[in-house]
Nanobody, 126 residues
Framework: QVQLVESGGGLVQAGDSLRLSCTAS????????MAWFRQAPGKDREFVAA???????YYADSVKGRFTISRDNVKNTVYLQMDGLKPEDTAVYYC????????????????????WGQGTQVTVSS
């Protein structure tokens, strides 16, 4: 059973940057796709970015060009570099692991990922 722990959130101003980390334990994640989702108050959890086992990357249109997802398989960690933050990026950010290894498919549904961590709060003030 894999456990995921997110960190790196905080309160920042519009235009600032943050780097989120998601560290896995209990299983090596290098063969699996990993993803970041976010959930704002009163809204559904939405896809932000995903990275496959070969480091193919997929982004939501709302963050493309501002956010960068990466992974360090030695550290069993996935990162989300967030630049040019906007107030509408305010949410709890979660990372999840895909259920199917060795896939490069563009999957963006929350049902395609699991083992969610507790999340990390990102608040962007205007």
């Amino acid at each position: 059973q894999v456990q995921l722990v997110e960190s790196g959130g905080g309160l920042v101003q519009a235009g600032d940057s943050l780097r989120l980390s998601c560290t896995a334990s209990g299983r090596t994640t290098s063969k699996y796709p990993m993803a970041w989702f976010r959930q704002a108050p009163g809204k559904d959890r939405e896809f932000v970015a995903a990275i496959t086992w070969t480091s193919a990357r997929y982004y939501a249109d709302s963050v493309k060009g501002r956010f960068t997802i990466s992974r360090d398989n030695v550290k069993n960690t996935v990162y989300l570099q967030m630049d040019g933050l906007k107030p509408e990026d305010t949410a709890v950010y979660y990372c999840g692991i895909g259920s199917t290894p060795y896939t490069n498919s563009d999957r963006r549904g929350s049902a395609d990922f699991g083992s969610w961590g507790q999340g990390t709060q990102v608040t962007v003030s205007s």
